[in-house]
């Protein structure tokens, strides 16, 4: 899991349990495992990033034991499209160069190749991604401070 958190508590975990996974259901996620002591849930995933930060996450497990609550998510989505930037950055770059080779090779003037518009793109699209984590991480730490305040 890419996120994990946990904080102490003392309150009823029935409660806190009942809490968090109302939340977690009405932003969509479904239960793939319920107990007394948690619960883990999966998600679909964002589709855009105006939607609310808990939709980052495709996997969620809760559990309450030995006087803390533990809290971790993963976030598939995003891992994915951090891993593809480098793949696209190279194939972009090596595109630029064949155009560069081949542009040379024809004695042509060199001109700015069409290529070079994707450059900001991925740098946009990594900047974003990361946006999206940190707003999701940030939820799902308020997520923990509910939880533990619970009585």
Same mark, same amino acid.
């Not at 239960?31 to 002591?37: A, D, G, L, Q, R």
């Not at 401070?145 to 533990?148: D, I, V, W």
């Given at each position: 899991m890419?996120?994990?958190n946990t904080a102490p508590f003392s309150g009823n975990p029935e409660k806190a349990l009942e809490l968090s996974l109302s939340v977690f259901l009405i932003q969509g996620f479904a239960?793939?495992?319920?107990?007394?002591?948690g619960y883990e849930l999966e998600g679909r995933?964002?589709?855009t990033v105006r939607q609310k930060p808990l939709m980052a996450a495709t996997r969620?497990?809760?559990s309450i034991e030995d006087?803390?609550?533990a809290l971790s998510a993963e976030f598939a989505p995003l891992r994915n499209i951090q891993n593809s930037i480098p793949w696209l950055a190279g194939t972009t770059m090596l595109l630029i160069g064949l155009d560069f080779l081949d542009r040379d090779a024809a004695n042509s003037p060199l001109n700015p190749s069409s290529?070079? =518009?994707? =450059?900001p793109f991925l740098l946009l699209l990594s900047v974003v991604s990361r946006r999206v984590q940190k707003r999701a991480e940030r939820a799902l730490d308020t997520m923990l401070?509910?939880?533990?305040a619970v009585r």
């Open positions: 890419e996120y994990n239960i793939i495992e319920k107990s007394v002591s995933g964002f589709w969620v497990k809760v006087k803390r609550i290529w070079t =518009l994707y =450059l401070k509910n939880m533990s």
